[in-house]
């Protein structure tokens, strides 16, 4: 009879079981595949107006409102709207809402195959103009801040240049491109002569956000798809990291599809041509001249941004009219502007103050 | 004296990881910044362009021999009652333009009605003093006075 002692295989296991790096790789693995995604835009909001699939918010209507200019809020078209109201105490949004500001938010929704024909021009002249108006009717405001991020910020700054009349006085722009001539590898990657965007666009309808995601981590491969893991593996066992983690990779990873006819524009238009800038875009026939601007203009910029790169920024301010406009440069990101310690401890605040001293 | 490090494989692929990226950073980014890569990236563009439109149109010729409606035809009732909500959003804006110009119409006639009022107030009371001065009898001084009252004692 042969008997197996087993005693020294148990006790490896057992020793295996407290063994750091595996307590590692099994937090690890949980944080990857089973752990449920944290819960975002958690701001209490109410619908006050809705056209097509877009809706206007309006954030924490029980708070009194103690800033009398209502804030618009207008974010990129391949964006959630939670962005800006990423988690409670990491969010734009709530941390306005609290300082008493009225706010208000213009979520696209998700584009489907029947929108794909949507352009730029519908967008700014269909629906930015009715949410101001639904804004400033709710809020009974005479006036209006208006703020934009990423490409909603482009969107906005050509808004405001065509809408000189409208009683906008505040227009902050976070991380928003207006000069296309140097936009880093995009400029090589959507050369005419090798992107064939009219193909694209015919074929696809609506462009995945994947194929967008795809050029975004094509920026910068190993740092963008490799990078993040590191770092969580590196600090799994901290809780608020992980959380954080989590957050990022929520934003980064779950986009909506761009409708087509916007994204042709936007290619053409912004990045082949660079018409904005040289003020040749016209949006519905009509000319876009961004000197047309004379609101007090706050123009966001971070230095390790590579989507929208600072170079693209700038220019802005030496075209537009405005008498107060600042040009604001943070050691940061394309989405750490909006969410992450240095936002929260900085950007939030210096933005909260920026529109109360210039709301008076 | 002997010192035991543990073998820790989290803090091992970070090095890696750093290494490799430091290294490579430059030569990739030279890499993605070159006129020939954009060159491939369109060529990949094209053939996976040219498959996906041979999908779409087997797909599209599938759905129609099968009687079942396609992407297009879908999109189309979408589109059509996305415009019938367009036209209630712009009836509910021409409504709320409406109730604004009819409100400001009603205030403006409710002022009108308001110094009507106070006008027929002002002609009624300058009636009415007219009445009692044709009534009440004039009391001057002098001989006319004596008049007036004889004339008034006479009367009663």
Redo the contacts between chains.
Sequence with gaps: MVTLDTKQFDNWIDRLSED??IQ??KRLTEVISSDAEPEVGQTPKEVIWT??KSKLYRYQPAIKKTNKVPILMIYALINKPYILDLYPGNSLIEHLTNKGHDVYLLDWGTP???D?NMKLDDYIVDYIP?AVSKVL?TSKAKDITLLGYCMGGTMTAIFTALYPQLPIRNLILMTSPIDFKDAG?YS??L?K????LD??VD??GNIPFELIDFGNK??????NV??PY?SL??RVENEDFVLNWKLMQKWLNDGIPFPGESYRQWIRDFYQDNKLINDQLTVRGRKVELANIKANLLNISATRDNIALPQQIAPLNDKVSSKNKTLHIVETGHVSVVTGRKAINEIHPYIEKWITDNSK | MTQTTSFDAFTMWKNVYEKTESTWRDAIQDTLGKESFAESLGQIQSQYLQYQGFVNKMTESYLKQANMPSRDEIANVASLVINVESKVDDLEDQMDVYKIDTSREIEQLRKGLNNLDKKLDKVIELLNKSIVAQNTPKVTDGPLTTTALNATSTKK
């Design positions: 750091k790096n590692q790789i056209k097509n489907g195959y029947e794909r009715r009717k590898h090589n990657w050369d002569r090798y992107f064939q193909k694209l074929t696809l094509l920026l910068n491969p190993i740092s490799v990078g590191i593996a590196d």
